[in-house]
């Protein structure tokens, strides 16, 4: 989920045949989303992580990728106690029992656009890949799209937005 900025609730209806998993090479996640599903990229170490998950369950093609304990969809209680769980495996203690914890599984999906922004993506491809409008990337996360590096040249902004001289006339 972290990886590929899904949805708790699109990652609890993925199956096993919405993934293409080429051994040693990039994958593909047909998120299913509405009529259509968004192809999201796997990278190599995710595609061998879930082909060993998958080898390790005993999942079908048509079986879910992460089933709850009696086969069906994980519930929603299930998916957030192993986000809870995840949060006391890794936090420090003094984190832990501070504002961190209780911090929303969709910090997952939040924090995947960032890093996708972040690494030069664009930002068409990023809302592709997370079935969102590029603007409203653009205004949850305007902070991705600031660059102090860049050099504005003020002239032709100046000229164009100039009134004219009523003087000279």
Do not use: H
Not at 29 to 50: M, N, S, Y
Not at 85 to 109: F, T
């Amino acid at each position: 989920m972290a990886e590929q900025a899904l949805r708790p609730e699109e990652a609890r209806a993925l199956r096993v045949c919405d993934l293409v998993l080429p051994e040693g090479d990039w994958g593909i996640l047909a998120a299913p989303d509405g009529r259509k599903a968004r192809a999201i990229p796997l990278q190599p170490r995710f595609v061998e992580f879930l082909c060993e998950w998958i080898s390790e369950a005993g999942l079908r093609e048509d079986d879910l990728l992460f089933p709850g304990m009696r086969g069906g969809p994980l519930p929603v209680s299930g998916y957030q106690q192993v986000w809870e769980q995840a949060q006391e495996a890794v936090l420090p203690r003094d984190e832990l029992y501070s504002w961190r914890l209780g911090e929303p599984i969709s910090i997952l999906r939040e924090s995947c656009m960032v890093k996708w922004l972040r690494t030069g993506i664009s930002a068409v491809t990023v809302a592709e890949w997370a079935g969102v409008n590029p603007s409203w990337l653009a205004l949850r996360y305007p902070y991705c799209f600031r660059s102090e590096d860049v050099e504005i040249d003020w002239d032709p902004l100046a000229e164009i937005t100039a009134l004219p001289d009523v003087r000279k006339s």
